[in-house]
């Protein structure tokens, strides 16, 4: 558990389970869909992170760890021809009255050290919706590959190399600043 302090509140990220998650991934990033819409197969095997005020059960940000190999760009192939330890984070929700305070960079930032000192992972990638792919970048992440729908919804995937986290040379946005 890490606790920080956010807005003049103190919120503390920690290990949650998956149905702590739930409520919130389904009025964040598909409320229009079923409940079911968000409980993902592999759930059972995933490393479930919340935000919490202290004291109260439901979480006011979630993401969600898995390990899963990163897709290769045709580019890369060429360039890299091994495969890192990678973890994939998703659905990755925090509630509105709490965007735009720093929360989620926090989390991100705590899921990820949490993904490389626990899990061994070097890179770390997502599923980002398009609208939300300078957010990653300003954190520190980069997209590759093509876009893609998931529904109505267009995606990009990015990643970023854990093993830059803390580099001094690294842009002052990037989560370790």
């Known amino acids: 558990m890490s606790c ?4 003049g509140q ?23 869909m079923p409940l ?4 993902l197969p592999e759930d059972e095997s995933g490393t479930h992170i919340g935000a919490f005020f202290p004291g109260q059960t439901d979480p006011i940000a979630v ?12 580019e890369e192939i060429v360039l ?10 998703r659905k990755f929700a925090c509630s509105p009255q709490y965007q735009g305070k720093g929360l989620g960079t ?7 050290s949490i993904a490389q000192s626990e899990q061994g992972a070097t890179i770390a ?3 980002a919706r398009t609208d939300s792919a300078e957010w990653y970048r300003k954190r520190g992440l980069y997209p590759f590959g093509d876009t893609f729908f998931k529904g109505p919804v267009e995606y990009v995937r990015m990643r970023i190399d854990l093993r830059d986290l803390g580099k001094p040379e690294q842009d002052p946005e990037v989560l370790h600043a």
């Open 4 to 7: 920080h302090s956010i807005d």
């Open 125 to 127: 990638w997502c599923d």
């Open 106 to 112: 926090q989390l991100l930032r705590y899921a990820l």
């Open 80 to 89: 890299n021809n091994t495969h890192e330890q990678a973890v994939r984070f």
């Open 63 to 74: 993401i969600s760890l898995f390990l899963e190999n990163c897709p290769i760009d045709k």
């Open 10 to 32: 103190t919120v503390c990220f920690q290990k949650t389970s998956v149905d702590r998650t739930l409520q919130l991934r389904h009025s964040v990033l598909w409320p229009s």
């Open 36 to 39: 079911s819409h968000v409980i």
